[in-house]
């Protein structure tokens, strides 16, 4: 996850400043957080298989967009995708980064429904480039990876509903300062492709996830998303006893689902933006050398992934019930 704006939170000389708004309603305190206990062993998604693939993630080293490792991370998922029997699609372009151009590559997983309205479940998968020292970006980018990945094996190549595309965005992450040009270049490229292609109208909801496997989980609400988005991932984590995890606070942040909300589709993010138990704890991991794969919780990995995975049913209700209001109509 990048540097995000709105209220400078000083994380170190060392590291750009980002703009981030915290919600105090409800809020509960990282200073009394406790780690994740998963409750629902018999849920479909497991999240041993999605730590399997953090783990992977992290031994390639670093990955950042144009380089090495990150041929080695799609190498990786488009392989994972293919084995599931997953329709894989690319998006390729060049961007214009403060570092020269850089080529990306986004990529899709086709999981086909028995509906031709779209769903994006989205991460970015690349980690941030630094210079100084090596981030292997353990929670931010691989946890959102690996949940991504496991969920497409508890989908498979078909299901009843809305057609899910299972989205892997390159180049989330800023090369130097986060601001409207460097950062989210591909959810950007993304959802401006949509658009000269066509397909824009066809998706009918975004759920992004990054920054999920914290052993110490509170996610907040996302402010800006639309409430019968939000009611579909917190109405789920109550059925599934997960109201410890997903708080009533509420944040903002800038993520891959900010280029769709411009474009007029509902989006939200689940993220856990407070690294660690305290903000102490996410100053010393956040874009880091400390975000390594020790801090990430099989147990958090689980307690999203069962979430989205439930919330997906309803956002599919939600969507095609409003398709037949426009056909009756």
Request: with cysteine; glycine share 10%.
């Amino acid at each position: 996850m990048g540097e995000h704006a709105l209220e400078v939170l000083v994380i170190g000389a060392a590291f750009v400043s980002l703009m981030v708004v915290f919600g105090t309603s409800g809020c509960s305190s990282h200073d009394t957080a406790s780690a994740v206990t998963t409750i629902n062993e018999k849920t479909p998604f497991d999240g041993k298989r999605a730590f399997r693939h953090v783990e992977k993630l992290v031994a390639i080293g670093p990955h950042p967009s144009d380089s090495p490792g990150i041929r080695e991370a799609q190498e990786y998922i488009r392989e994972q995708l293919a084995g599931l029997e997953i329709e894989t699609r690319t998006n390729e372009f060049v961007a214009t980064t403060p570092l020269g151009d850089k080529k990306m590559c986004n990529i899709v997983g086709v999981v086909e429904g028995t509906s031709p309205e779209v769903v994006i479940v989205g991460t970015h998968y690349e980690t941030k480039f630094f210079d100084a020292f090596e981030f292997v970006g353990a929670n931010d980018s691989g946890s959102s990876t690996g949940l991504v990945l496991e969920l497409g094996r508890i989908l498979g190549p078909q299901r009843e509903g809305c057609t899910v595309w299972l989205t892997f965005f390159d180049g989330e992450e800023c090369f130097k300062r986060w601001s409207a040009t460097d950062g989210l270049y591909g959810s950007r490229h993304f959802a401006e492709h949509l658009k000269t292609s066509g397909e824009l109208d066809r998706v009918k909801a975004v759920v992004v996830v990054d920054m999920i496997g914290d052993s110490y989980l509170q996610i907040k609400k996302d402010r800006g998303a639309p409430a019968w988005l939000v009611e579909a991932v917190w109405s789920s984590a109550r059925e599934l006893g997960y109201t410890l995890y997903f708080t009533k606070g509420k944040i903002s942040v800038e993520d891959d689902h900010i280029p769709f909300r411009r474009a007029g589709i509902p989006a939200i993010d689940i993220i856990d933006f407070t690294y660690g138990r305290t903000y102490s704890d996410h100053r010393r991991n956040w874009h880091t050398p400390n975000d390594t794969i020790d801090k990430v919780s099989p147990d958090s990995l689980k307690t999203v992934g069962d979430v989205v995975h439930r919330a997906l049913g309803k956002i599919d209700s939600h969507v095609l019930a409003h398709a037949t209001e426009v056909v009756s109509q």
